[in-house]
């Protein structure tokens, strides 16, 4: 896997670092290749996808290059390599592989990123992309074989040259070898759990905050639904904030809130932020205390942390521009001046501008 990606960083770097390489590849294809980078998801699902997509183009371009005597000896000896290493059966069948699954964990964690996501949704979509890579990995991988057997048909690449001997177990024979095909079945399996395995446990606590949430969150199931599982969710809910909220209290609270909101036909309250204006406007804090609380809390839980995100959000630029410089606590600061810029652009810093610059200054007005 690790030499795969380095062949797709190879490819974006012998082509961007020159204007001849890039614009034959521009005539060769339509859209240029993207650089790959490790924290980004996104990121590695551009570069394959373009990778994949014009696999033939790209290898065609390379066999071009590499005997094309008009070019330096440099650049036809890179582009052989490259040539080479992307006419294996190791890359041909993992191309495909890799671009089925990271366009699929891509959809989903541009839609993580979205303002309005909240974690109920959140969660279920990655339970969806769990369900999805247990449910459809054996079609991953059968197609990704069958599409690198053809590729390598196509070049002519013998996929079976080489066995891996692997430890024989006490019932085999000595001799028990592991085909080329075998391994790569191997190899993409394994990615699969692994990937699995990563999400399980790095969203953990998002599937617990859902469960303990979730009930909140779906507000017209909320208001209108049944009650049976109703009181269980306020009690694991009170459970995990003892000190703030009392269960049979917003058990109750959420049944009186049910019945003003029935005979008020033209109030329609489809988000948790409107039922939190409507029990505000109905009275003070005394009057759905727990309700009003839970649902507090329940708005101030972030789907995703900013600094987790710093790859791919305003904080990059920020880290980018002065990492040198730069220390932890004036990073978290001008993030959350790029997080909050619809207050910072209304806020007038002249007068404080003209305080630091008087205090700084080294120049004497006389």
Same mark, same amino acid.
């Not at 988000?271 to 708005?299: C, H, M, T, W």
């Not at 501008?353 to 006389?366: E, G, L, N, Q």
């Given at each position: ?259 003003? +909101? ?101 120049? +004497?007005?006389?």
């Amino acid at each position: 896997m690790i030499s795969f990606f380095a062949t797709i960083e190879a490819l974006y770097a012998f082509f961007s670092r020159s204007t001849l390489r890039w614009e034959k590849l521009k005539k060769t294809i339509p859209v240029g290749l993207k650089r790959e980078s490790e924290t980004r998801w996104s990121s590695r699902s551009d570069a394959v996808k373009v990778v994949s997509t014009h696999v033939r183009e790209i290898i065609d371009l390379l066999d071009k290059m590499s005997d094309d005597s008009c070019d330096s000896v440099e650049t036809r000896s890179e582009a052989r390599q490259l040539f080479t290493r992307m006419v294996s059966y190791e890359f041909l069948t993992l191309h495909g592989f890799w671009n089925n699954l990271l366009s699929r964990v891509d959809r989903v964690q541009k839609r993580l990123q979205d303002p309005s996501m909240n974690f109920h949704e959140a969660a279920n979509d990655l339970s969806s992309l769990k369900n999805t890579f247990s449910r459809e990995g054996c079609d991953f991988v059968d197609a990704a074989i069958t599409d690198g057997q053809c590729l390598c048909d196509e070049y002519d690449v013998a996929f079976e040259k080489r066995n891996r001997r692997r430890r024989s177990m006490p019932d085999e024979h000595r001799n028990s070898e592991i085909s080329a095909i075998q391994e790569m079945r191997r190899v993409m399996y394994s990615t699969i759990d692994r990937l699995q395995r990563e999400m399980r446990e790095r969203f953990e606590r998002l599937t617990n905050l859902d469960n303990t949430f979730g009930f909140l969150l779906d507000t017209q199931r909320l208001l209108q639904g049944q009650l049976n599982e109703l009181r269980s969710d306020c009690l694991s809910f009170a459970n995990m904030y003892s000190d703030d909220v009392d269960g049979n209290d917003l058990y109750r609270e959420i049944c009186d809130c049910r019945m003003l +909101v029935s005979v008020r036909e033209e109030l329609r309250l489809r988000k948790p932020e409107e039922l939190l204006n409507f029990i505000i406007e109905y009275g003070d804090e005394s009057v759905f205390p727990n309700l009003r609380v839970a649902i507090q809390i329940l708005l101030t839980i972030a789907v995703s942390i900013a600094s987790c995100e710093r790859s791919f959000s305003k904080l990059k630029l920020i880290l980018s521009y002065l990492r040198a410089s730069m220390g932890q606590d004036r990073l978290i600061d001008l993030s959350i001046m790029s997080i909050e810029r619809e207050v910072t652009e209304d806020t007038d810093f002249e007068s404080l501008i003209d305080t630091f610059a008087s205090v700084k200054a080294r120049k +004497v007005v006389f």
